[in-house]
């Protein structure tokens, strides 16, 4: 069964240290999201790919994080310099375009900021 | 704006009793609604999804949810609760088109033996 690849599974980083997740979605779909979700909390949309555009970024702290889907596939979410408080659970999803249709979650990249 | 709104953040039932978990959205449009599951130190999982068809949706594992558009609901419901239904459960609405998923806070199921 196709999924949503996500590594690091885990990533210990110092405050002011730079940090980058990668994201691989199943293949086909041309929408890529990064959602953040703070412990005991809901998911929360960084970032939505349609293709290799942003579609939307509006919640993206543009001053420290940074996303790019180069060629329509993967992905990469950066954030430099890391705070403590973006300690936090960072969720890729892909899926289909359209109203209807589920996105398909990967595994998550646990990040703590020390 | 759309938002969505789970209306118990913690709730407990004994194992084969029945559950209900809460969930009210807006929306401008008709919405497309979503109940997802996350297990501890598990990817979101999804449960079942509403998309203007039948108003009742069955999902995995013996759930259901109802939309109702007068009360702007989307309640999940299990007639009777296993010990493996233990986890998080999220209710996500999309207003339109290829707008992103918006999730509610969720709601911490424990079904006690």
């Known amino acids: 069964e196709a999924e949503v690849a996500q590594s690091p599974r885990y990533k210990i980083t110092e405050k002011s240290q730079a940090v980058a997740f990668w994201c691989d979605p199943i293949s086909g779909h041309a929408t890529l999201y990064w959602y953040r979700q703070i412990l005991g909390q809901g998911p929360e949309l960084l970032v939505q790919f349609q293709d290799e555009s942003v579609v939307d970024d509006s919640q993206l702290p543009k001053d420290r994080f940074s996303a790019e889907r180069l060629k329509g596939v993967d992905s990469t979410l950066k954030i430099q310099p890391a705070e403590l408080g973006d300690s936090a659970m960072y969720l890729c999803?892909?899926?289909?375009?359209?109203?209807?249709?589920?996105?398909?979650f990967g595994q998550g990249t646990r990040l703590t900021v020390v | 704006a759309q938002s969505v709104t789970q209306l118990d953040s913690h709730v407990s039932v004994s194992e084969g009793t029945p559950v209900l978990l809460r969930c009210n959205y807006s929306s401008s449009y008709s919405p497309s609604l979503f109940w997802y599951v996350q297990h501890p130190n598990k990817g979101l999982q999804l449960l079942l999804k509403?998309?203007?068809?039948?108003?009742l949706v069955k999902g995995i594992n013996g759930f259901e949810a109802e939309f109702k558009k007068s009360e702007t609901s989307f309640h999940l419901t299990k007639p009777s609760a296993h010990m493996s239904d233990a986890a998080e459960y999220f209710c996500?609405?999309?207003?339109?088109?290829?707008?992103?998923?918006?999730f509610g806070k969720g709601t911490r199921l424990s079904v006690i033996a």
């Open positions: 509403y998309t203007s068809a039948a108003t």
């Open positions: 999803a892909s899926s289909f375009p359209g109203q209807g249709t589920e996105a398909f």
């Open positions: 996500v609405v999309r207003h339109s088109g290829n707008t992103p998923l918006v």
